[in-house]
């Protein structure tokens, strides 16, 4: 079965300072993955996917994600972070290569932003 | 606003009823996604129907059951309901034709007292 593992469920980080959300996937095929972030009492907004082609992917509010199949992993970054990048965030994979598209979620990782 | 609508947006009620919470989808989309959010679950897909077939199953329990309809809304009905199916229930939509992103409407918070 596909899996992610998000490492840190709450990372704090300092406004103006590099964001970073680890996440590490399994996977027995090709695998789809995308972020997701969740503000309070709202339903999840895509930030960006990969599916195929190039590795590093830009997304919206400026966030972006390199897929590394050596390490398994799909990191988000943002250069500087902002107050309004509080929010949790969700790693997750497609079972598109098996079938369907259903997605299977990490555990979130909270951001806070320390003004 | 995603475009994926649902219905209601919080909802309460007694231990044992049956609600039906409903979920109308993008327009052109015809696949329909239900997931149930807790905190201890996490986010758990529970089923999904394309084009009103059921196309997959995840973590439903038996109590729990969804359609989709002809004009591709769908519903999801829970009877029996206990305090532990308290939780935050997310309809979900895309294409079904693959490559595509799932677009999330804004919940459905159902509270089991």
């Known amino acids: 079965a596909q899996s992610v593992t998000q490492l840190g469920s709450h990372v704090s980080v300092s406004e103006g300072a590099l964001v970073l959300l680890r996440c590490n996937y399994s996977?027995?095929?090709?695998?789809?993955l995308f972020w997701y972030v969740q503000y309070p009492n709202q339903g999840l907004q895509l930030l960006l996917k990969?599916?195929?082609?190039?590795?590093l992917v830009k997304g919206i509010n400026g966030f972006e994600a390199e897929f590394k199949k050596s390490e398994t992993s799909f990191h988000l970054t943002k250069p500087s972070a902002h107050m309004s990048d509080a929010a949790e965030y969700f790693c997750?994979?497609?079972?598109?290569?098996?079938?369907?598209?259903?997605?299977?979620f990490g555990t979130g990782t909270r951001l806070t932003i320390i003004p | 606003d995603s475009g994926v609508t649902q219905t209601p947006k919080h909802l309460i009620t007694a231990t044992g009823q049956r609600v039906t919470l409903r979920c109308s989808p993008r327009s052109g989309d015809l696949s329909v996604y239900w997931y149930q959010q807790s905190l201890d679950q996490g986010l758990q897909f529970l089923i999904q129907?394309?084009?009103?077939?059921?196309?997959a199953k995840g973590n439903i329990l038996e109590r729990f059951s969804a359609q989709q309809f002809p004009d591709l809304h769908s519903e999801l009905n829970l009877s029996s309901l206990e305090l532990g199916d308290s939780a935050l229930y997310f309809c979900?939509?895309?294409?079904?034709?693959?490559?595509?992103?799932?677009?999330f409407g804004q919940g459905t918070r159902l509270t089991v007292v």
């Open positions: 129907y394309y084009n009103g077939e059921e196309r």
């Open positions: 996977s027995s095929v090709p695998p789809y």
């Open positions: 979900a939509s895309s294409t079904g034709r693959g490559n595509t992103e799932a677009f």
């Open positions: 990969y599916t195929t082609g190039a590795t």
């Open positions: 997750a994979v497609s079972d598109f290569y098996l079938g369907n598209e259903k997605l299977t």
